[in-house]
């Protein structure tokens, strides 16, 4: 309905067929191919050329599409059996969509959780956790803890970091550093900073654009320093850098500092997600927020046409906006209303 295509991955060339059959006649109108590494190489060429020119809605494939042509009208792939695929495997084949101005979506299909294996039920949850730029580096913090990294001065696998993880358990370590050297007593540390990962999704462009920083590490280590940025006076800090070395910043760059803004007003009321889009949003608190229950019922009486409180620790924002700005805006204004409660 979006006027995109599909990838439908089906990893076994015999029942592939019948997957497509099925598929056909659950969806007749729409228009179905099949492609997997058996075909002939003129066959596959001429398929997977089709289906570049959005002459099928719909390829039925196997693996084979991980490595190939850039299709960016595909913006939508569904795996089944995605437990039986690896964690980098499952990176790459989702990068096959999302390669346009469209939000896209991979849907991964598996049997009930309780029949996979631990394994596999962590590689499925790191794959949902990472859905941001620089995912690949985050996945391969991720594949350490799963295959266990151990002790840092001993064979092994197993201690603090396989028990919290490589990214927390040095993060943590910097963080007690830091503060030994400072003279402090690491007693006093408030280590739930660390662990808070506030999300905040505003459905909004926010990236450093290619044509404004061409160096891909470059960029990664501005994304990295903004992320990890823990006051308003840094993130100012970096932006003035950036204008310095760069130029005047994009409408993207602007709301990607605008977004890590957010994130560091969220953190000290106890939110765990933010998300909003065209037709409102959410703001999900986590278990024991530091904020007063009766600030967060007053605001909501007080605006019922914008927010309505749910069972399940959120409140549901009924108010959408079609403007980036005027997202960022509204969110500003509700953080600034819960805190001066």
């Known amino acids: ?98 390669r346009s101005h469209h939000q896209a979506y991979a849907y991964l299909l598996t049997p009930p959780f309780s029949a996979l294996s631990k394994d596999a039920v962590k590689r499925l949850d790191a794959l949902k956790e990472t859905d941001s730029l620089g995912a690949g580096f985050m996945l391969a913090n991720h594949d350490l803890e799963i295959r266990g990294a151990g002790e840092l001065l001993g064979k092994e696998q197993s201690g603090n970091i396989e028990g919290i993880g490589f990214s927390l358990y040095m993060e943590l370590l910097q963080k007690t550093v830091a503060a030994l050297q400072q003279g402090r007593d690491i007693k006093n540390i408030n280590f739930n900073e660390v662990i808070n990962n506030t999300e905040i999704e505003l459905r909004i462009p926010a990236l450093i654009p290619e044509p404004y920083l061409f160096d891909v590490h470059t960029r990664l280590t501005f994304y990295k320093r903004i992320s990890s940025a823990e006051t308003h006076q840094q993130l100012d800090d970096i932006k003035i850098e950036l204008v310095d070395r760069f130029g005047l910043l994009m409408p993207q760059i602007e709301n990607l500092f605008a977004t890590a803004h957010i994130r560091i007003n969220a953190i000290p009321l106890g939110i765990k997600k933010i998300e909003m889009h065209t037709g409102g949003g959410s703001i999900q608190f986590l278990e024991k927020p530091d904020i007063n229950p009766i600030t967060i019922i007053k605001m909501v009486q007080m605006y019922p046409d914008c927010f309505q409180l749910s069972k399940s620790e959120r409140i549901i924002i009924k108010k959408g906006f079609l403007k980036a700005n005027e997202r960022i805006e509204f969110i500003q204004g509700t953080l600034k209303k819960l805190s001066l409660g």
Do not use: W
């Open 1 to 98: 309905m979006r006027g995109g295509q599909v990838y439908f991955l089906h990893n076994k060339v015999e029942t592939i067929f019948a997957t497509q059959e099925k598929l056909q006649s659950l969806f007749p109108d729409l228009n179905i191919a099949i492609a997997h590494g058996q075909m002939r190489e003129k066959e596959l060429e001429q398929i997977m050329f089709d289906f570049q020119q959005n002459k099928y809605h719909v390829l039925v494939c196997t693996t084979i599409i991980e490595t190939g042509i850039d299709i960016p009208n595909a913006n939508t792939i569904i795996m089944e059996r995605a437990d039986n695929f690896g964690l980098a495997q499952l990176h790459q084949l989702r990068g096959r969509v999302g």
